[in-house]
């Protein structure tokens, strides 16, 4: 049994409760939660039994499961997923949609339809903002093709966050000085990102979990889903893989994680090896 000496006694989380919760979680979100996460996990839980005023484990794990709005779920969902990065991560990954993706996109399009590109998970937005960035500043085509961005995540706090586009120092510590001055404002210790740059990125809730939220979400030509499958199962990755699939347009690419390979996850995509990065592509012949 774990316990804490903070918590009341009736605030514990047993194994036999972790087990259930783990499995209940899992089932809703697709997030899997490690023996090495516990503690991580019981306090987080502890921390809702006692704002819910529920007392035990039993009593709102009630809640979580009966309650018809399920906003209890989503309170504990967006304290449980992580939402850590800054702006420009894995800037190799801005560099290779640029120089290598896009060019092969146009080249291929017919019609003047806009290129769309999905960021998920969004976080605290500066993937969605950071691409809306990288194609002002350094793709020329910019001027010729409309681009739609859109940006979802489960979590419906980081989501608020994210539209409201404030960011501590640590966020953009990577961002080039002439950037920060033109789509940036100093309030207090904050950066303020600009209207027009908030206004340029479309943020959704999305549970890729949930087969009914991912519907409506066709026709892109890129999607980033950077670090976020490896806090999934094998058959949850099978279940986001194939959701990205249906996602793209034949020819679309989806960009990973630096330590993540959708060649152990899902035959249904041609690895496609820039000198910028590996990506992955739907086959030009798919429907």
Sequence with gaps: MSTYASHPESATI?????????????????????????????????????????????????????????????????????NETY??????????????????????RVGTDAIRIWCIPSSSGEEPYSVAMYLLETWAGIKEWDVEIISSDIDTSILRRARSGRYSARSIQYLPEPWLRKYFKSVGDEYQLCDDLRQAVEFTRVNLAEPTDTLGYRNFDVIFCRNLLIYFDDASRKMASDTFYEALNPGGYLCLGHSESMSRISSLFEVRKFSEAIVYRKSLEAK
């Design 87 to 108: 702006f420009l991560r894995e800037e190799y990954q801005f560099k290779c949609l640029v120089d290598s993706i896009l060019p092969q996109i146009v080249d291929r």
């Design 14 to 82: 047993t194994n036999e409760d972790f087990l259930k919760f783990k499995e209940f979680f899992y089932r809703r979100t697709g997030i899997s939660f490690e023996t090495s996460k516990r503690y991580f996990v019981d306090k987080r839980l502890v921390e809702r039994i006692e704002a819910t005023g529920t007392g035990t484990f039993r009593g709102y794990f009630t809640l979580l499961r009966f309650q018809a709005s399920g906003e209890e779920l989503q309170q504990l969902t967006n304290i449980m997923t992580v």
